[in-house]
Structure formats: structure tokens, C-alpha cells
């Protein structure tokens, strides 16, 4: 299988390079050529395995350029026993009210990130003995919190890569910030911005695009890769999931092969929704696609009315993985939608990056409306979800909260009975003062982040994660912040050049 660029589509490129790259050099993104089928007895097929053999099976049909060998190799060091507190990796909780919560979060960072960030290191240096032989790799990653230091975890230490994180200063919590701050390993760095997301985000866009920037790593033997869902390697782990989903609602007697479900998504940069689609493209049989954003719901709007506006205000939210104002990959879901073509691919994202607003065709209009649902969901119901949650006998954070928020009122506003999987994308402890404030209705004016987790156990009686709890009196490793012009400098710091 072939992938091409959404802007350029005389790109063809195997899987391994479109790994290895990142990004396409025209500012695209890879997407594959076809999106393969599956029938239903392949995933009758799949049911009774485990999800390392469900993965295996499902990524040979996109990396079609990795032999068995490197796929069972990649697939079983990501999801080995003992890195995910799951034994199904990414369980299904079902609540009181009959809601399916895949808890996404079992990883070594308790985010949902680590799902493919566990397995992108092992796909990449593959890709990489494949098509650029002796290069290091340099993985430049702009994180709202969660993406930083899963690709922290999975890249530390991995011969031939190095890794630099930039983050918002002001917009992850304490919890994911000592967690990037105090990484080991001898091939990472991280540091602050002054900006937010998009300004760490659109920073990391132009170092990779930058031709200067290129030939000079080229000439020092390396190369630029990215961690963050645009690159490929990122999206196909997280198609994984959600067949497995599907396959875990079968084996436990929820739906019968054959039967939809709906699937709710708390969404930013668009990545965990969008495998979801193609999951549904490739013959999972799924309804709706359920939207859920924070008040920063430019989605929301979009999903609605098919106009793409990023000039409104930004918040900085309780759930704050969330707090993006352009979904880089929105563009791969226009591609498929809008027919391959890439020359309107171009014409909106250019207009995109200098009027930051456009305005979909209505054939794609119609196409999203069909496919997609969505809504949004502000700090105060996010928190008023958690507490009623909580007193229905699940406690899920903020990020989950917006999901579980849309999902009802979607339910109640179109009366849909069918079957329901909500992503939970992150364990509650990673956002404590929040979670905990929902709980309890306040917090002590003086409360730490490590008393808060304590009070957050004492509330409720779930254990805090060792990985979490023992971040308590760590110094910090990082403590460099930069303007956004300054990035490019830092990365050159970093690697000695
Ligand atoms: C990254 C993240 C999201 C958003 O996922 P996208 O794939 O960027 O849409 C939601 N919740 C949490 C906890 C995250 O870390």
C-alpha cells in the first residue's frame, strides 16, 4: 500500500518513509491511498485474541512494507506485559447507566497518547534501517501536555534518536509539567514556551518545513521526524483500538457482529477521532461519530456549519489536551471527503494560514453531517459531569467529562439507543485540582498538587498510579522557557550543532 500527501498527490511513498518523514515536504500530511476493507469474519476472526495479536493483524493491512517478523517484534516490545495496567490494554468500563468507557490511559503516562507513542519509537527505527539507513533521528514534538511526555517515555534512550519537547508555559498542569520537567534518559530535552499550543504547534511546523534548517541536520547525519499525530505512525496504532473496541463489545455479549456503534470522541487535534473514521471506513460497523470539545469549540462550529474560523478567543480550560484552536488533522478527513483532491486541500489550508478561516463545498458539508455529531462542553460542565459521575460510580477526569457531557445531551436531544463507546483519554489523577474541585465543590486555597492528589484519594478511594504518586519532591531536570522565535536555537542547542 501506497500513501500520498494531501496537498501534493504525485507524492507516493511506502509506509516506512511516510513513518520516517513525518510530514510530507509540502506541508501535507500522508494518508494511505485506499483505506483497506475488513469483512466481518475478519473480525469474527479477531475476537478471540489478545490485543497484541488484534494489532499485528490490523497494522500488516496499512504497513504493508514491514515484514511479519518486524510487526510481531514492534508490536509485542509497545504492548509487553507489564507496561499497561490492563491486561486488555485498553479496557472497557461500563457504567451504571450502561455507558462502554474504553479507558484509553493504562499506559506509562496515563494518557491515551501512550497507545501509539509506545509503538511509534519501534515502527520509526524500523522505517528508519529501512529507507535512511545511518541517520539519527530528531523528533521535535509541541505538546498540550500529554503527547510530550508519552513521546518522552517512548523515545528515551532509543539508539539512534534524539527528542526535544516544546510545551506552553502557561497551559499544561503541574502534574504533566513535573512529569516532562523531570524525564530521564540521555537523548531528550524539554522546554517552555511563551505561546500557547498553537504557537508551539505552528513553531515545530515551520523548523520541519524550513529547507535551511533541513540541510543543516543533513549535513551532521540527521534528520527530523515528528511524534505528533501527523505523522502516520501516530494515527494507525490508535485504528487499533477501536476494532478492538468493537471485537471486546462482541466478546462480552454488548453487540452482536454486525450491530453499529456510536463512538465519542474528546477531541483537539482531530487524531483520535480520525481513527475512529477510518476504523468505520474499513467496515467496523459504527453509527455516529461524536465530536466533544471544550469551550474552545471551533470544531463544534465547524462540524455544524462547515466554516473553519480560529479567530476567536483561546481559553485555557480544565481539560486542557484539549485547548487547540487548529486540528492539523481535520486536513486528512477534508482529503478523504473532499475526493482526494488536492488541489482544494491547498486552496483551504492556505486560506487557513493567512485568513485563518474557510469555508467547505457543500458536497463535504453533506458528507460530515452524515458521519459526524458534535458538541461542546465548558469548565463548569465539565465539572458538574464528574461529580455526577463520580456519584454514579465512575470517576473519570476532565477530558473524559466533556465526552460523557456531549454524549448525553446528544442522547437526548436525537433519542439514539444505540450501543456507545466513549474514549477516556486520560486517568483523573493527571488533572487532580480539577477533578478533585468537582468532587469536593473546593479545594484548600494552599493545597499542593501532592496533597491535592491525597485529598483526591481520601474523596474518593482510587489509588493515584505509582508513576504519578513517586513525581512527589523530584527536582526538576529542564527549566529553560524561549519565545517562539527563539525554538529553532533551542533545538540546535540541544543537538550540539
Ligand atoms: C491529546 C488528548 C486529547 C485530544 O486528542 P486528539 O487526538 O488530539 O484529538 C484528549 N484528551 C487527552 C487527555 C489528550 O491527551
Not at 475476537?47 to 510487526?71: F, G
Not at 433519542?415 to 478533585?436: H, M
Amino acid at each position: 500500500m501506497l500513501y500520498t500527501s494531501t496537498r501534493d498527490k504525485n507524492v507516493k511513498v511506502s509506509s516506512a518513509e511516510a513513518i520516517a518523514q513525518g510530514i510530507s515536504k509540502d506541508g501535507g500530511l500522508f494518508v494511505p491511498t485506499e483505506i483497506p476493507a475488513i469483512s466481518k469474519e475478519f473480525i469474527d476472526s479477531l475476537v478471540p485474541l489478545s490485543y497484541i495479536e488484534r494489532a499485528k493483524k490490523i497494522l500488516a493491512l496499512y504497513l504493508t512494507d514491514y515484514t511479519a517478523e518486524e510487526l510481531d517484534m514492534c508490536v509485542s516490545g509497545a504492548y509487553a506485559e507489564g507496561k499497561f495496567s490492563s491486561e486488555k490494554v485498553s479496557p472497557i468500563k461500563r457504567t451504571a447507566d450502561g455507558k462502554n468507557i474504553l479507558e484509553l490511559w493504562r499506559g506509562p503516562t496515563c494518557a491515551f497518547k501512550d497507545m501509539a507513542l509506545q509503538l511509534l519509537p519501534y515502527l520509526l527505527t524500523t522505517a528508519a534501517k529501512k529507507t535512511v539507513a545511518d541517520k539519527t533521528i530528531v523528533i521535535l514534538v509541541a505538546t498540550s501536555g500529554d503527547t510530550g511526555k508519552a513521546a518522552l517515555e517512548g523515545f528515551k534512550d532509543v539508539p539512534g534518536t534524539k527528542i526535544m519537547v516544546f510545551y506552553p508555559n502557561d497551559g499544561v498542569s503541574p502534574m504533566q509539567k513535573l512529569q516532562m520537567t523531570t524525564q530521564a534518559g540521555e537523548n531528550v530535552a524539554v522546554c517552555a514556551i511563551n505561546g500557547n499550543f498553537d504557537d508551539a504547534q505552528n513553531g515545530v511546523k515551520a523548523i520541519f518545513t524550513d529547507k535551511q534548517v533541513a540541510a543543516k541536520l543533513d549535513e551532521k547525519g540527521m534528520m527530523f521526524s515528528s511524534a505528533n499525530s501527523i505523522n502516520w505512525g501516530r494515527l494507525v496504532p490508535q485504528i487499533v483500538y477501536y476494532i478492538s473496541a468493537y471485537c471486546d463489545l462482541i466478546e462480552n455479549g454488548t453487540i452482536k457482529n454486525g450491530e453499529e456503534m456510536n463512538v465519542v470522541v474528546p477531541t483537539g487535534n482531530f487524531g483520535n477521532i480520525l481513527a475512529a473514521y477510518y476504523a468505520k471506513k474499513m467496515g467496523v460497523p459504527t453509527g455516529k461519530l461524536i465530536c466533544a470539545s471544550n469551550a474552545n469549540n471551533v470544531l463544534t462550529d465547524f462540524l455544524k456549519t462547515g466554516v473553519y474560523d480560529r479567530n476567536r478567543s483561546f481559553y485555557t480550560t480544565t481539560s486542557p489536551s484539549m485547548d487547540i484552536l487548529i486540528s492539523s488533522n481535520l486536513e486528512r478527513l477534508l482529503f478523504h471527503l473532499a475526493d482526494e483532491n488536492d488541489a482544494t486541500i491547498r486552496e483551504w489550508m492556505g486560506q487557513l494560514s493567512k485568513d485563518g478561516k474557510y469555508e467547505i463545498c457543500d458536497g463535504v458539508k453533506a458528507k460530515i453531517a452524515e458521519l459526524f455529531d458534535a458538541g461542546c462542553c465548558d469548565d463548569e460542565g465539565t465539572a458538574a459531569t464528574i461529580k455526577e459521575y463520580f456519584d454514579k460510580g465512575y470517576l473519570c477526569d476532565t477530558h473524559t467529562a466533556v465526552a460523557v457531557k456531549v454524549y448525553d445531551e446528544y442522547v437526548e436531544a436525537t433519542g439514539d439507543k444505540r450501543e456507545t463507546v466513549i474514549a477516556s483519554t486520560a486517568n483523573p489523577y493527571k488533572f487532580s485540582a480539577a477533578v478533585l474541585k468537582a468532587v469536593k465543590g473546593e479545594i484548600p486555597a494552599d493545597a499542593d498538587e501532592f496533597e491535592q492528589v491525597d485529598l483526591l484519594k481520601e474523596a474518593t478511594g482510587e489509588e493515584c498510579p505509582a508513576q504519578l504518586a513517586t513525581l512527589k519532591g523530584k527536582t526538576p531536570r529542564f527549566t529553560d522557557c524561549c519565545n517562539k522565535e527563539d525554538m529553532v536555537n533551542m533545538v540546535y542547542n540541544m543537538l550540539g550543532i
